[in-house]
């Protein structure tokens, strides 16, 4: 919507005088950004989407938050790697070690999301005191006061449910 907004501002601002030169180079400008914006935005999900296919596909729960054609790249994706894995390698292994994406109490072969990395989020609504740690290794829990505006260095564990809920956005 935003593209489709900043090329009408373009094409009208071309249509006006010469004088309107200097508007229309930095509307042209404007809509580069946010084109790179987009671009840069959906190439990062596509990335995420590849490194933790596997994951995302085994879990119903974040599968649903794909659009059908990021569903549909993730499976074509886990199928050409899976082709290529068992050509170049796991063929010439004994056939209890084929599998790449292997779950057993030994060995997790499907990589997931470190939840414990840390992101940077702004609080959407006042929240009030929040526990960010479960106070692990006997100090005591570490709670902070959450208010609208606030921008915040925290792991995404904590606040995966605020993120949900819309409480907060990640930035």
Do not use: W
């Not at 449910?161 to 990640?170: I, S």
């Amino acid at each position: 919507e935003a593209l489709r907004k900043r090329e009408e501002q373009l094409d009208y601002a071309q249509a006006a005088t010469e004088k309107d030169v200097f508007s229309s180079t930095i509307l042209r400008m404007d809509l580069d950004r946010v084109k790179y914006l987009l671009m840069e935005y959906l190439r990062v999900r596509l990335g995420k989407i590849q490194r933790f296919a596997l994951h995302i596909l085994g879990d119903s729960d974040i599968h649903s938050r794909l659009s059908d054609e990021e569903l549909q790249f993730a499976k074509q994706f886990i199928d050409l790697e899976a082709e290529h894995l068992q050509r170049a390698a796991l063929s010439k292994f004994p056939k209890v070690y084929q599998s790449f994406t292997e779950q057993s109490a030994d060995a997790d072969m499907v990589p997931a999301p470190n939840l414990d990395s840390f992101v940077f989020c702004r609080v959407e609504r006042d929240l009030g005191d929040f526990q960010l740690d479960d106070g692990e290794s006997g100090a005591p829990p570490e709670v902070a006061h959450l208010a609208r505006g606030d921008l915040l260095a925290v792991r995404f564990a904590p606040i995966q449910g605020l993120l949900e809920r819309g409480d907060v956005q990640l930035v």
